[in-house]
């Protein structure tokens, strides 16, 4: 394939935007290479600057479920549009599309739109501090939740598990204020709620971690970590970002039958436009204002054109009775498929699947938290990445990413994928 043109852009981006990229992953570091960039897509596909054309599993790291350029959702955007984009005052469609969602929801009575699932987990993470009086937050390694100051934390070294921060311009300050612990290690997490008796406002994490690949929860680790913040009177934040309206209509709490005390949203829910937002029981969300002492405000939020795609997208899903068992099955055949033919290369392997999240790690442990993650061979992925691109299959650029099944892959392409696998791995 031929990259001439992206390549040229990629130059001109680099000289006016930090590594030519508005958001890091996208420059390619992990896996080598100059950034693709995307001319237009439909459906399954990607269509680049220099007209190759791909199957793609990123499918803009989520939102694209039912694929590209999917016609209710841009005629919604396109309609809206014509009313004019942004009024500042309140719409009808906000309170259409908040009353969708917490009908699909379990557990939610109101919800707050904002612009990105950044804000989204920022904003609950201090409406549980407001609400609970309590300032520390417990966390996951491995577990995304957007790029606020809070979550930018490492595990500091020693036995005490204080966290640092992984990025400058995190204050210390803050990063003590964040409690890391292993993910699926309900010990681990009794532990640290203990060490820091009466301090814990909540514990956030993504009820299927999807971004240090795809891990699952073990069974009974999301029952004990509700009952444990039950028993110590903190909030639980699922930070459904990546799983809310993907892994079931009602997302993670419906599939696990757990309860949240807040839930985060961003992704799937804007149908492609920035959108994120936070929802929970009444008695919680009360407490922002301006009915409550807990700020959080936004010019764009619940923005007409981003509520049209959202809307429009929650709304199919939504009324389709069949999609996430459809979504499932395409997943499963994929899954068996790559399997198969890793298997039949003697590649090492562990594949992580849940719903339309799949992941596979070249490592033959299983991988159950971000230590686990990280022993995957890198080189391999990197071999691996390269192959399945030149092959016209478009995989999330790093080993830490989950694949995206979108409803619009045909099983055409699911083999075509498997065939692609098939010949890279001949050459790994
Ligand atoms: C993507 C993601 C975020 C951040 O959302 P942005 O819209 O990129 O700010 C937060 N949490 C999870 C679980 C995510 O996958």
Redesign the pocket.
């Known amino acids: 394939m031929l990259y001439k043109r992206s390549s040229t852009l990629f130059s001109e981006a680099e000289k006016v935007i930090p590594g030519g990229v508005n958001s890091p992953v996208r420059a390619f570091k992990s896996v080598g290479g100059t950034p693709i960039f995307i001319k237009k897509a439909f459906k399954a596909y990607l269509i680049d600057e220099d007209d190759n054309q791909y199957i793609d599993y990123i499918n803009s790291?989520?939102p694209m479920i039912l694929g590209h350029a999917h016609k209710p959702v841009v005629d919604a955007v396109i309609e809206k549009t014509k009313l004019g984009t942004s009024f500042g005052t309140p719409t009808e469609i906000e309170t259409k599309i908040a009353q969708l969602a917490v009908s699909m929801v379990p557990n939610i009575d109101k919800i707050r739109f904002v612009n990105?699932?950044?804000?989204?987990?920022m904003s609950a993470v201090r409406l549980a501090r407001g609400f609970t009086g309590k300032d520390k937050i417990v966390k996951f390694a491995g577990?995304?939740?957007?790029?606020s100051d809070s979550f930018l934390i490492q595990a500091g070294s020693g036995a005490v598990t204080l966290g640092v921060p992984n990025s400058p311009g995190v204050t210390k300050g803050t990063a003590q204020d964040t409690l890391l612990t292993r993910y699926n290690d309900i010990d681990h997490v009794k532990q640290v709620i203990e060490a820091n008796k009466d301090e814990v406002a909540c514990v956030i994490l993504?009820p299927v971690a999807?971004?240090m690949g795809c891990i699952p929860p073990k069974t009974g680790f999301l029952e004990e970590l509700r009952s444990l913040c039950d028993t110590n009177n903190i909030l639980l934040i699922f930070?459904e970002?990546?799983t809310g309206f993907r892994l079931a209509k009602g997302g993670a709490q419906e599939l696990y039958g757990i309860a949240a005390d807040l839930v985060?949203f961003?992704?799937v829910i804007g149908g492609g436009l920035p959108v994120?937002a936070f929802a929970g029981r009444e008695e919680i969300m009360n407490y922002l204002a301006p009915l409550g002492p807990v700020y959080q405000a936004g010019t764009l939020s619940g923005n007409p054109l981003a509520m049209a795609a959202g809307l429009a997208m929650l709304t199919e899903l939504n009324n389709d009775r069949e999609i996430y068992k459809r979504l499932a099955d395409k997943t499963a055949y994929l899954h068996k498929g790559i399997a198969g033919v890793l298997d039949k290369h003697q590649i090492l392997h562990t594949i992580n699947r849940v719903g339309s999240m799949i992941s596979i790690h070249f490592s033959k442990n299983e991988v159950v938290d971000f230590e686990s993650a990280t022993e995957g061979n890198n080189e391999r992925f990197k071999a691996f990445f390269q192959g399945m691109l030149k092959e016209g299959v478009y995989i999330a650029p790093s080993a830490f990413e989950t694949w995206f099944i979108t409803d619009a892959l045909t099983y055409e392409d699911l083999d075509k994928t498997i065939e692609a696998c098939n010949k890279v791995c001949k050459l790994l």
């Open positions: 790291w989520g990105s699932g950044t804000e989204a987990c577990c995304y939740h957007g790029h993504e999807g971004n930070d970002v990546m985060c961003g992704k994120g």
